[in-house]
């Protein structure tokens, strides 16, 4: 039962500290977004589960008129349940039309010659203006087009730019046309956002016009963690009553990293891909090692490392926390280590070579890869020599990443200027709790390159509430100064006023994050 306890206590505290680093990303929440959730929380909170099976889902689902199936858009097992179910129907001899969310109904033209064949994957994303109107990645759509052309299934348009409620109707009065163009045999199948499916929205809108739809929710986390808490299997295949049914089969923590992974980068990587990227097989697991030796490999070469070892580590993610369990993360700096990894953050630690990577994105890969590298320890202690310790250790990690992925980047000091401004605005009390940290952080990341500012080139005393926070916000502030330095840096090697050299002795052969060159000429954070 202890076990038990103590993974509960720590899926709770990772998924608090994921929808606070969404919340820090995002702003405050919009005030529709909130009430729409509403429904949508209380009906899966109330909601009763009677254990089923795929089979009858599918069962069911070919004889349905309209079915519904919740899309957590950044989760490409989300897009995957949608696929299986498309797949086991038309092996079942069924030909269900497709409806998408991904796609606005007013660029069914180019949607249609896509799966005639006649434009590229290029040319439809261009053509549909993919990365305004939807932007997440592409990959995880593309083999539900796919199939659908191989089997030369229908496949239709069903988002419109308006409100939630205003799409609901849109949605509706779309799906029954669709309905009365295909014929009543064929079952209609539809990806849209899984705060639609809550009872008083899309179902609702679909029943003032006389249509009952299956309901397929997905992932639930507060089923998730009621089965948990009581002892029970969270994943599986639940009936909800009245036409609706739950599939989990993705932890809430790994579905909300997913989110906060895209909010942090995913966008711009994804534009600079072209929102498509090839996979071998929809259930291939990463090869975790091959894919941060590939990082380190790339490193090794970017900083003429020659001697460096590159395969002597070992690497764990967000499915897995046995590491854990070492008595070295309950006292001391492991203790320490522990705070930041379940705040949801990426960490390489000396103690068996360790790098922990909450997602196999390419920032925070590329980052833990380099302190790998560096073999770097995060010095735990409270002086101001740890602090300017931890404040190395960030910068040369972030930028590491930044020379692998240019495209990364982090708020400036006129960004979080603003923020701060913007935080004294919120009268929301929940939404000042929820982003009190961040503006912490800014706060004292601005007061930390006041000081800088003011004592260059040496930085005195003064620090004591500096060393405070950092403590206190399992070191996120030595880590966001760290971030802005290194966007400096690499803004300077870019620009060709520090060479690659210079940059790899800051990395590697002084211990002052401050001076970015041998000459002692001192970081001016824009």
């Known amino acids: 039962m202890e076990t038990l306890a103590s993974e509960i206590r720590l899926t709770r505290r990772i998924l608090a500290a994921l929808k606070r680093r969404i919340r820090e990303i995002e702003g405050p929440e919009d005030d529709e977004v909130a009430s729409y959730y509403r429904p949508y929380s209380q009906e899966l909170e109330h909601a009763v589960t009677r254990p089923s099976e795929n089979k009858e889902f599918c069962r069911l689902a070919r004889k349905a008129e309209v079915v519904l199936v919740g899309d957590y858009h950044t989760l490409d097992q989300a897009q995957l349940t949608f696929l299986r179910l498309l797949r ?60 659908a052309r191989e089997n030369r299934l229908p496949v239709h348009g069903l988002n419109r730019e308006g409100s939630l409620e205003a799409r609901d109707e849109f949605m509706a009065k779309r799906i029954m046309e669709l309905r009365s163009e295909s014929g009543l045999e064929t079952p209609l199948l539809a990806l849209v956002g899984d705060l639609h499916l809550a009872t008083p929205h899309l179902p609702a809108a679909l029943r003032a016009i006389r249509c009952s739809p299956l309901v397929l929710f997905q992932n ?30 993705t932890p809430p923590t790994v579905k909300l990293m997913t989110n906060v992974v895209w909010l942090e980068h995913g966008g711009e990587a994804l534009q600079m891909l072209y929102g498509y990227r090839d996979k071998d097989s929809e259930d291939a697991e990463a090869d975790l090692a091959e894919t941060v030796g590939g990082y380190i490999r790339a490193l090794k070469a970017v900083f003429e490392l020659r001697y460096k070892t590159d395969n002597n580590f070992q690497v764990f993610m967000y499915k897995d926390f046995s590491f854990l369990k070492d008595s070295f993360f309950k006292k001391g700096p492991g203790k320490f280590y522990k705070a930041v990894i379940v705040d949801g953050r990426a960490l390489y630690v000396n103690q068996n070579l360790t790098i922990y990577l909450p997602m196999l994105d390419v920032n925070r890969t590329v980052q833990e890869a380099m302190h790998y590298l560096m073999r770097a320890e995060l010095p735990t202690g409270r002086s101001v020599k740890a602090f300017m310790g931890r404040l190395h250790y960030f910068t040369s990690g972030y930028v590491a990443s930044k020379l692998i992925n240019p495209m990364r980047h982090s708020p400036t000091l006129k960004q979080m200027e603003q923020a701060v401004r913007a935080y004294r605005q919120i009268e929301n009390r929940k939404e000042c709790l929820k982003l009190g940290r961040q503006n912490l952080v800014y706060h004292g990341v601005l007061e930390f390159f006041r000081q800088v500012r003011s004592h260059a080139p040496k930085l005195q005393v003064g620090m004591a509430p500096l060393l405070e926070l950092d403590q206190r916000t399992s070191f996120a502030l030595s880590e966001q100064i760290g971030r802005t330095l290194g966007d400096d840096l690499y803004a300077l090697h870019d620009g060709g006023r520090l060479s690659a050299v210079e940059l790899k002795a800051y990395c590697f052969n002084q211990s002052d994050p401050l001076l970015y060159d041998k000459q002692g000429r001192l970081m001016e954070p824009a």
């Open 220 to 249: 639930s986390e507060t089923v998730y963690m009621r089965k948990l808490c009581a002892g029970q299997e969270p994943f599986g295949w639940w009936a909800l009553g009245k036409n609706r049914y739950l599939n989990n089969n």
């Open 88 to 147: 086991d129907l038309v092996a079942q001899g069924a030909r269900p039309n497709v409806a998408l969310e991904m796609v606005s109904a007013h660029h069914q033209e180019a949607l249609d010659r896509y799966l005639q064949r006649k434009l590229d994957d290029r040319d439809f994303l261009e053509e549909i203006d993919y990365f305004r109107h939807w932007g997440f990645d592409f990959s995880h759509y593309k083999p539900i087009l796919d199939l």
